[in-house]
Each structure stands twice: as C-alpha cells, then as structure tokens.
C-alpha cells in the first residue's frame, strides 16, 4: 500500500476543499481507510472512516453534517468532501488504511491502529 493525499490548500471560512488519498498498490477495497489531522503542538485527531466496500462511514463530532467521506475503489482512492470549513479545520491532514482484525468496535478511530499512512496535506483556513 502506497497512499498518496492531495487536494489541500488555502480557503477562507466557509469555503469547500476536496481532499484525495490514492493507492498505487491495488487491493484498495481490502482496507478500511481514515482520514486523520495534526494541528501544530497538538496530536493526530481522527476525522472521518470509510470501511473497506463504502458501506460504513463515521466522523468525529466536529465535522459531522459538513464533511463527507466517499470511496472509488475501481480508482483505488478515497475523499474527503470538506464544506463550511472553519479556523479550527487547519491542520495537515492524512489519510490512512488498515486490513488487520481490531479486537474493539471503534478501532478506526484510533491512529495507532492503522498500519498504513500517507505523507499530509495541508490545509489552511483564514478568517
């Protein structure tokens, strides 16, 4: 698995972003896959979670009802729909994927449960 985020950049409050996570390994739709995001001096917070076939998706509470996450695996790659963006959305954001048997029903939500990541994109909200 090699996962590759793109699609950040610089918006002001309100504005939309659609990030992009591509796997040139192929087997995309094996992996559950997340989107995670690190603002300066603070940890690696999960924002949202695609299982492997789309079927499930969960989001943290803070960006609930204005980001979407969505999968093609025929494109092997994943997105993350950003809307109404706000201040507190700036952060380097990551995606990441996993295969492995979780012993606990909300793994997803954990970043050291999954064992790939790709390199972040940055995203920037000015008020």
């Known amino acids: 698995v090699q996962l590759q985020a793109s699609g950040g950049g610089l918006v002001q409050v309100g504005g939309s972003l659609r990030l992009s996570c591509a796997d040139s390994?192929?087997?995309?739709?094996?992996?559950?896959m997340g989107w995670f995001r690190q603002a300066p001096g603070q940890e690696r917070n999960f924002v949202a979670f695609s299982s492997g076939g789309g079927g499930r998706a969960y989001y943290a509470d803070s960006v609930k009802g204005r980001f979407t996450i969505s999968r093609d695996n025929a494109k092997n790659t994943m997105y993350l729909q950003m809307n109404n963006l706000k201040p507190e959305d700036t952060a380097v954001y990551y995606c990441a994927a996993d295969r492995s048997t979780h012993g606990f029903s909300t793994w997803y939500a954990n970043w050291n449960e999954y064992e790939y990541w790709g390199k972040g994109t940055q995203v920037t909200v000015s008020s």
């Open positions: 390994a192929g087997a995309f739709w094996m992996y559950g």
